[in-house]
């Protein structure tokens, strides 16, 4: 079973600060690890996508891929209130390229 | 608007009704997936089609879901004889053609379905 494993929180982190979301995944054969951010009530919007090992910046975010541990982690420098939503992992596997997603973790950033 | 369409936006359904909630994928794609979302919980796969073909129903119960992706017209989810535990918010996904690796999903804005 393919699976997708995020710490559901809720993480508080104060405004200002950095918040780190993690993620680990089962499927070793993965390739593409995507983090998406869904607000209260509306649909999921894809903020970061990542394909190889290391750190990938986008202004405030920052992923970082780890395959040989099978892990994933997303970084949000200079948390704003406007952050606060849930971020869902997701990643697709690579034979049937289906996207699978993790349950999501809730941040909560503090002003 | 190009985005990714779903309607209705809310559906109510009796128990042993039908249920169709239908998507029009974003233009220019030929891939769409479907997802389902519990209360506080994360998007469950359901199912992942191309222009009249079933790619992959692996997460869709085998009795009373269908699903379709026909040569013309949106992608159509069919739950039959719905019951409570039906009640959920289901997302549509679109994706563009090739299936190559580093594909994206644009999703539209779900239908939230209550079954009373």
């Known amino acids: 079973q393919k699976e997708v494993e995020q710490n559901s929180g809720p993480l508080s982190v104060p405004e200002g600060a950095i918040a780190s979301l993690n993620c680990t995944y089962s499927?070793?054969?993965?390739?593409?690890f995507f983090w998406y951010r869904q607000y209260s009530g509306k649909s999921p919007e894809l903020i970061m996508s990542?394909?190889?090992?290391g750190d990938k910046e986008d202004g405030r975010f920052t992923a970082q891929l780890n395959k040989a541990s099978q892990y994933v982690s997303l970084l949000i420098r200079d948390s704003q209130p406007s952050d606060s939503a849930t971020y869902l992992c997701?990643?697709?596997?690579?034979?049937?390229?289906?996207?699978?997603f993790g349950k999501g973790t809730r941040l909560h950033i503090l002003p | 608007n190009a985005g990714v369409m779903q309607n209705p936006r809310h559906l109510v359904r009796r128990r042993g009704q039908e249920a169709r909630l239908r998507c029009s994928p974003m233009?220019?794609?030929?891939?769409v997936y479907w997802y389902r979302q519990l209360p506080e919980e994360g998007l469950k796969f359901m199912v992942y089609?191309?222009?009249?073909?079933?790619?992959?129903e692996s997460g869709m119960p085998k009795e009373r879901f269908s699903a379709e992706f026909p040569k013309e017209g949106p992608s159509i989810l069919r739950i039959q004889q719905v019951v409570r535990g039906d009640s959920a918010a289901y997302f549509c996904?679109?994706?563009?053609?090739?299936?190559?690796?580093?594909?994206?999903?644009?999703f539209g804005s779900g239908t939230q379905l209550s079954v009373l």
């Open positions: 233009k220019g794609h030929s891939h």
């Open positions: 499927d070793r054969g993965s390739q593409s």
């Open positions: 089609l191309q222009k009249e073909n079933i790619i992959d």
């Open positions: 997701a990643v697709r596997v690579n034979r049937d390229d289906k996207i699978i």
């Open positions: 996904a679109s994706s563009p053609p090739g299936g190559r690796v580093n594909e994206k999903l644009f």
């Open positions: 990542i394909y190889s090992n």
